[in-house]
T-cell receptor, first 116, second 116 residues
Framework: DAGVTQSPTHLIKTRGQHVTLRCSPI?????VSWYQQVLGQGPQFIFQ???????GRGNFPDRFSARQFPNYSSELNVNALLLGDSALYLC???????????????FGPGTRLTVT | AQTVTQSQPEMSVQEAETVTLSCTYD???????LFWYKQPPSRQMILVIR??????QNATENRFSVNFQKAAKSFSLKISDSQLGDAAMYFC?????????????FGSGTRLLVRP
């Protein structure tokens, strides 16, 4: 089975532009989470979606938004890009939000975003 | 708010030797999960081991084991018989059972170097 896939692999944008990152979860997984990993730091939680509804949001400005589609894939959108948005954006999927044992998250390889 | 601290930015170990990576966390909750993730240069986060806070027995996965000290809020990872393929960034992570988003809170990571 294919793992979590993300596209694109790398992306270079200019300050003020908008970017869309995409994630396809493992087949059968209904929950998708997004994390931002700035160089030299651990990942920080941005969003979690389950069954197309937002279930959690981290401490990120409104420039960050996301959505989940009926096939459970997801998009992360960032508007008005800042230099500080340069990071590795990780997507993770899990079977669902119900109580354990479905608590493991499987990560994709990430999208490296560079803002110049 | 919960926090995770990894005080060792970098560790080095000789191949076939044993190394221990440290992690401390802060929480007021009694029921939670702790994880160790490995992030090789390929960037994909891989789950190494997990521990449920209500279990007193330390988790073990082949060459990887943890020392979970709940009262001290300490969660260290021991890697036995280190291999060259163990070289990577290692992240300690916390997840609350009370948070419906099931978000992971990561430490800043420890870079593990394995000397041949």
């Amino acid at each position: 089975d294919a793992g979590v896939t993300q596209s694109p692999t790398h992306l270079i944008k200019t300050r003020g532009q908008h970017v869309t990152l995409r994630c396809s979860p493992i087949s059968g997984h209904k929950s998708v989470s997004w994390y931002q990993q700035v160089l030299g730091q651990g990942p920080q939680f941005i969003f979690q979606y389950y069954e197309k509804e937002e279930r959690g949001r981290g401490n990120f400005p409104d420039r960050f938004s996301a959505r989940q589609f009926p096939n459970y894939s997801s998009e992360l959108n960032v508007n008005a890009l800042l230099l500080g948005d340069s990071a590795l954006y990780l997507c993770a999927s899990s079977p669902g939000v119900p109580p354990p044992p479905s608590y493991e998250q499987y990560f994709g390889p990430g999208t490296r975003l560079t803002v110049t | 708010a919960q926090t995770v601290t990894q005080s060792q930015p970098e560790m080095s170990v000789q191949e076939a030797e044993t190394v221990t990576l440290s992690c401390t966390y802060d929480t007021s909750e009694s029921d939670y999960y702790l994880f160790w993730y490995k992030q090789p240069p390929s960037r994909q986060m891989i789950l190494v081991i997990r521990q449920e806070a209500y279990k007193q027995q330390n988790a073990t996965e082949n060459r990887f084991s943890v020392n979970f000290q709940k009262a001290a809020k300490s969660f260290s990872l021991k890697i036995s018989d280190s291999q060259l393929g163990d070289a990577a960034m290692y992240f300690c992570a916390y997840r609350s059972r009370m948070d419906s988003s099931y978000k992971l809170i990561f430490g800043s990571g420890t870079r593990l170097l394995v000397r041949p």
